[in-house]
């Protein structure tokens, strides 16, 4: 399930309010990273935004479902990213407030990965 180019920009311009981020192919989806740190990934051409007790409720009261795939073995595994709103994707003042939510998530859940020299 790769992530056609047109929609990786269109992303990439929702979130030009947020700040300059950068997409990166991963496992045949892609992460979005801002300052090194994913707060995001896409899939096909679904968005999801990191989530964890800073602001899942957000997503719980939409009814928004997070990220799940198929492991190894046959199970079930569940990601802390949920389904970004529809209405991101239209609105970019409002993708840049679940952004920076997601964002502050991240930060807090500590996912950012050493710089490697």
Same mark, same amino acid.
């Given at each position: 399930?790769?992530?056609?180019?047109?929609?990786?920009?269109?992303?990439?311009?929702?979130?030009?309010g947020?700040?300059?981020?950068s997409?990166?192919?991963?496992?045949g989806?892609?992460?979005?990273? &801002?300052?090194?740190?994913?707060? !995001?990934l896409?899939?096909?051409?679904?968005?999801?935004?990191? #989530?964890?007790? @800073?602001?899942r409720?957000d997503?719980d009261?939409?009814?928004?479902?997070?990220?799940?795939?198929?492991?190894?073995?046959?199970?079930?595994?569940?990601?802390?990213y949920?389904?970004?709103?529809? &209405?991101c994707?239209?609105?970019? !003042?409002?993708?840049?407030i679940?952004a920076g939510?997601a964002y #502050?998530?991240? @930060?807090?859940a500590?996912?950012?990965k050493?710089v490697?020299?």
């Amino acid at each position: 399930m790769s992530v056609r180019a047109e929609f990786r920009q269109f992303i990439e311009d929702q979130l030009s309010g947020f700040g300059p981020v950068s997409i990166r192919s991963m496992f045949g989806g892609a992460g979005v990273y &801002r300052d090194g740190l994913m707060f !995001a990934l896409i899939a096909g051409e679904v968005l999801y935004l990191k #989530a964890t007790d @800073l602001n899942r409720a957000d997503f719980d009261a939409e009814n928004l479902k997070p990220f799940e795939y198929t492991a190894k073995g046959g199970s079930r595994a569940v990601m802390s990213y949920y389904r970004a709103p529809e &209405r991101c994707l239209d609105d970019p !003042a409002e993708m840049t407030i679940w952004a920076g939510k997601a964002y #502050a998530a991240a @930060l807090a859940a500590g996912t950012k990965k050493p710089v490697r020299r």
